[in-house]
C-alpha cells in the first residue's frame, strides 16, 4: 500500500469513524477553522492589533497547508492530536480571557464529542478528560472573579452539564461500535459455517503473501470444490446441501491451524490459505483433506452419500506472490485436474 493512501486502511471500531469519514470531518474542521481565524485576523487589525493579527493568519496558513496535506496523509491520527489539543487549550482560555462570557463554557461541551469522533471511545476519553476538567476548573476561577451571588447554581450547572455529555457520549460510541461490529460480521463472515466470505477470504491471501514475501516464507491457496454440488442441491433439497457443507467445513477447521486460512467462496467451493508450508507438505495436507472429505457417510434420499472434493493448488514457489497470479493458477488447476498429487500437482 503507498504512502498516498494509507490513511484509508481499515481501522478497528475503538478508532472512532472510519478512515475516511475520520479525514473528511478532520478537513473540513481544519478549513472551517482556518476561515474563522482570517475573520478574527481582521477584526484584531481593526482594533490595532497587529502582532495578534498576524499570528491568527500565521495559524490560518498552517490550517490550510494541513487541509490539503489532509488529502493524502500518511499519519492521521498525529494531524488529529496537532488539531484538537491547540484547540482544547484554546477552549480552555477562552473561558479565563478577559471580559470572557457566562456562556464560554459551551466550548466544553464540544470537547468530547470532537474527541470521541475523531479518536474513537478510548483515546477520545483519555485526550476529553483532563481538558474538560482544566476547562471546569477554569471556568471555576471565571465565577470567583465575578463575586456573583449565583455562582454555587453557575458552578453546579457546569458540572452537570460536563459529566452528562461526557456519559452520553461515552455511551452511544459504545453502542455504535457494538452496532458497527455486528454489520462487519455479517458482512465478512458466511452464516452458514462462521467462515470468512469471498472478499475477506482475497483479502486475507493478499495480506499473507505481502507478509510471506516479506518474511522469505512460503505460502500455499488451495480452492477446493464439492464434485456435482449444484445437482445434489437441486436432488437432494436445501437442507441436505447445508448439512453436506457443515460437514466439509468441520473437516477443514478440525485439520488446520489457527494461522491458516479458511474461506467459504461459494455453495460448494472452498478456500485455503496455508503459511509456511513447502508445496509437498500443502499438497500431502490437501491429499489429506480430500481423503478425509471423501470418508462422510451423509443420509441421502437414495441412501449414504460420500462426498468427493475437486482441489486446485497453487504455490507461491512456483506461482509466485501475486494473490491474483495465484488465484488464476489454482483456478486453471481446480478445473483440468481436481486430484493432487505428491508434488502438488493437479
Not at 479518536?119 to 474538560?132: A, D, E, H, I, N
Not at 464439492?226 to 437442507?239: N, P, R
Amino acid at each position: 500500500m503507498t504512502s498516498s493512501t494509507s490513511c484509508d486502511a481499515p481501522a478497528p471500531a475503538s478508532d472512532g469513524l472510519r478512515p475516511h469519514y475520520r479525514r473528511d470531518l478532520l478537513r473540513l474542521l481544519y478549513a472551517v477553522t482556518a476561515g474563522a481565524l482570517v475573520l478574527f485576523a481582521a477584526l484584531q487589525f481593526y482594533n490595532g492589533k497587529p502582532v495578534l493579527a498576524g499570528l491568527e493568519l500565521l495559524a490560518s496558513v498552517l490550517l490550510l497547508t494541513g487541509y490539503i496535506r489532509l488529502a493524502r496523509c500518511r499519519h492521521l491520527r498525529a494531524w488529529t492530536y496537532g488539531y484538537l489539543v491547540p484547540l482544547f487549550v484554546f477552549f480552555n482560555y477562552v473561558i479565563i480571557m478577559p471580559q470572557a462570557s457566562v456562556a464560554s463554557f459551551v466550548w466544553v461541551l464540544m470537547m468530547p464529542v470532537l474527541a470521541y469522533l475523531l479518536l474513537g471511545r478510548q483515546r477520545g476519553l483519555v485526550l476529553s478528560v483532563p481538558f474538560m476538567a482544566a476547562g471546569c476548573v477554569s471556568y471555576t476561577y471565571y465565577l470567583g472573579s465575578q463575586h456573583s451571588a449565583g455562582i454555587g447554581v453557575d458552578l453546579l450547572n457546569m458540572l452537570l452539564c460536563a459529566g452528562l455529555m461526557l456519559v452520553f457520549i461515552h455511551l452511544f460510541e459504545q453502542r455504535r461500535e457494538a452496532a458497527e461490529g455486528q454489520l462487519l460480521a455479517l458482512t465478512q463472515v458466511d452464516p452458514l459455517t462462521g467462515l470468512v466470505n469471498h472478499q475477506r477470504f482475497r483479502d486475507s491471501l493478499a495480506r499473507t503473501l505481502s507478509e510471506c514475501q516479506r518474511s522469505n516464507s512460503p505460502c500455499a491457496l488451495v480452492l477446493l470444490d464439492i464434485d456435482g454440488f449444484q445437482t445434489l442441491q437441486a436432488h437432494q433439497g436445501l437442507a441436505f446441501s447445508n448439512r453436506l457443507v457443515a460437514a466439509v467445513t468441520e473437516v477443514l477447521t478440525r485439520r488446520l491451524r489457527s494461522t491458516d486460512v479458511i474461506g467459504r467462496l461459494g455453495d460448494g467451493a472452498f478456500g485455503l490459505v496455508l503459511r509456511d508450508l513447502q508445496r509437498t507438505d500443502a499438497a500431502q495436507l490437501t491429499a489429506s483433506l480430500q481423503a478425509q472429505v471423501a470418508a462422510l457417510r451423509l443420509a441421502a434420499d437414495d441412501g449414504a452419500f460420500s462426498p468427493a472434493l475437486a482441489v486446485g493448488l497453487a504455490h507461491s514457489d512456483r506461482d509466485g506472490h501475486q494473490a491474483d497470479g495465484l488465484v488464476r493458477s489454482a483456478s486453471r488447476r481446480l478445473q483440468t485436474g481436481g486430484v493432487i498429487d505428491a508434488n502438488g500437482h493437479g
